[in-house]
Structure formats: C-alpha cells, structure tokens
C-alpha cells in the first residue's frame, strides 16, 4: 500500500516537471540499494498535496476551455487538458473510496 502512495508522488512529481507521460520505470518508485530516501511525508501530506494538484489540474482544464472559446487555444489542447483533469479526479475519488472502506471496516472490527 506504502508503496503505491510512493508511486503516486512519483507521479505527480514527474507530471509537476513537466514530463509529457509517466514511463514504466518511474511508475514503480523502489529504493536501490545504497540509494539516498528523501524525508518520508504523512498520509495526510500526500492526501493534501493530491488534492491540491487535482485541484489545480481541474482549474488548468477550465481555463484551457475558456482560451479555446475565445479563440486563443485549439481542439487538441483542450481534449489535452479536459482528458488529465478527469484522469485526476477519477483517481482522487477511488483513492478516496478506498479510505472510506477501510475506514469503515476499521469501526465495524469488535474490539
């Protein structure tokens, strides 16, 4: 589970960057031997920071949108933009539904 979180930073590090796609390699984020570990982030950092960047993806598409209705951006970038903004928020909902799930099975367990 940890590791798919790494995953996710790697992700969204990579797209901050301004990599056009995430490869195969950088999608599975596992430390080498000797390698240097940056300093490990909350749950509730990674969660934050997530929410933030879907936040401003969803805000990039919008605004895409609008250039292109005023004349100043093509079909391309829109789909471009709309397509990533729905990738987002597609992911932040599972993620957020697999939280609740677990959260509810954490209050059902008998103590």
Same mark, same amino acid.
């Given at each position: 589970?940890?590791?798919?979180?790494?995953?996710?930073? *790697?992700?969204? =590090?990579? #797209? $901050?960057?301004?990599? &056009?796609?995430?490869? %195969?390699?950088?999608?599975? %984020?596992?430390?080498? &031997?000797?390698? @240097?570990?940056?300093?490990?982030?909350?749950? *509730? +950092? @990674?969660?934050?920071?997530?929410?933030?960047?879907?936040?401003?993806?969803?805000?990039? =598409?919008?605004?895409?949108?609008?250039?292109?209705?005023?004349? +100043? *951006?093509?079909? #391309? $970038?829109? @789909?471009? *933009?709309?397509?990533?903004?729905?990738?987002?928020?597609?992911?932040?909902? =599972?993620? #957020?539904?697999? @939280?609740?799930? %677990?959260?509810? +099975?954490? %209050? #059902?367990?008998?103590?």
């Amino acid at each position: 589970m940890i590791d798919a979180i790494q995953s996710i930073g *790697a992700f969204l =590090a990579t #797209r $901050e960057t301004g990599a &056009a796609e995430l490869t %195969a390699s950088t999608a599975v %984020a596992t430390p080498q &031997a000797g390698a @240097v570990l940056p300093q490990s982030q909350s749950f *509730a +950092e @990674v969660f934050g920071n997530m929410t933030t960047d879907v936040i401003r993806s969803m805000k990039s =598409a919008e605004g895409v949108s609008l250039q292109a209705i005023r004349g +100043e *951006a093509d079909t #391309r $970038e829109v @789909v471009d *933009a709309v397509m990533t903004a729905e990738q987002s928020l597609q992911t932040a909902i =599972a993620i #957020r539904d697999k @939280v609740v799930t %677990a959260y509810l +099975e954490i %209050a #059902r367990m008998q103590i």
